[in-house]
T-cell receptor, first 114, second 111 residues
Framework: DAGVIQSPRHEVTEMGQEVTLRCKPI?????LFWYRQTMMRGLELLIY????????DSGMPEDRFSAKMPNASFSTLKIQPSEPRDSAVYFC????????????FGNGTRLTVT | TQLLEQSPQFLSIQEGENLTVYCNSS?????LQWYRQEPGEGPVLLVT?????EVKKLKRLTFQFGDARKDSSLHITAAQPGDTGLYLC???????????FGKGTRLSVIA
């Protein structure tokens, strides 16, 4: 079991650039979650998918953020254009059945926008 | 307003001491999960409690779910440097509603 795989681990970009974060969930898990973590706000749920379909995107901060899950083994979170306040660690997590079943997290992408 | 309040936010103790951290809410949860997160890594599940009053033990860690299923505590006996990390609690509801996370307690155990 390779676990949830995220790439890149670190991303440094300039304000205004497009950023794409990638996630491969655990095979067989049918729910996928994107979180953002900062010291001030803790772990915030951005969006989650069930069977590749977005169920709740109310946590997406604004239209600059978008997420897709084209198939069961891949998801992206895109920020366009990026801003310094987007700097955070972004986590992807998957779970077997969604809802309140335990989450398996990736090791995150640390995003710095200058 | 944070749905799940964790206290204390920060805790620094000496190796061998005991400690308790708390997770409180005004909401009733169908389950409560505890995770530990180490620097540079994602959170890792420690335990899930589902019954009011339930106590679970994981080596030196003891987890308790409140009788009313609104709060939980984590007690660590004889803390070790390897226990250092961010401890997060997460409340679960029935159905497809995703977990709600607290902001965590950042524990540092000094040798």
């Amino acid at each position: 079991d390779a676990g949830v795989i995220q790439s890149p681990r670190h991303e440094v970009t300039e304000m205004g650039q497009e950023v794409t974060l990638r996630c491969k969930p655990i095979s067989g898990h049918n729910s996928l979650f994107w979180y953002r973590q900062t010291m001030m706000r803790g772990l915030e749920l951005l969006i989650y998918f069930n069977n590749n379909v977005p169920i709740d995107d109310s946590g997406m901060p604004e239209d600059r953020f978008s997420a897709k899950m084209p198939n069961a083994s891949f998801s992206t979170l895109k920020i366009q254009p990026s801003e310094p306040r987007d700097s955070a660690v972004y986590f992807c997590a998957s779970s077997p059945t969604g809802g309140n079943s335990p989450l398996h997290f990736g090791n995150g992408t640390r995003l710095t926008v200058t | 307003t944070q749905l799940l309040e964790q206290s204390p936010q920060f805790l620094s103790i000496q190796e061998g001491e005991n400690l308790t951290v708390y997770c409180n809410s005004s909401s009733v949860f169908s389950s409560l999960q505890w995770y530990r997160q180490e620097p540079g890594e994602g959170p890792v599940l420690l335990v899930t409690v589902v019954t009011g009053g339930e106590v679970k033990k994981l080596k030196r860690l003891t987890f308790q779910f409140g009788d009313a299923r609104k709060d939980s505590s984590l007690h660590i006996t004889a803390a070790q440097p390897g226990d250092t990390g961010l401890y997060l609690c997460a409340g679960g509801y029935s159905g497809n509603t995703p977990l709600v996370f607290g902001k965590g307690t950042r524990l540092s155990v000094i040798a």
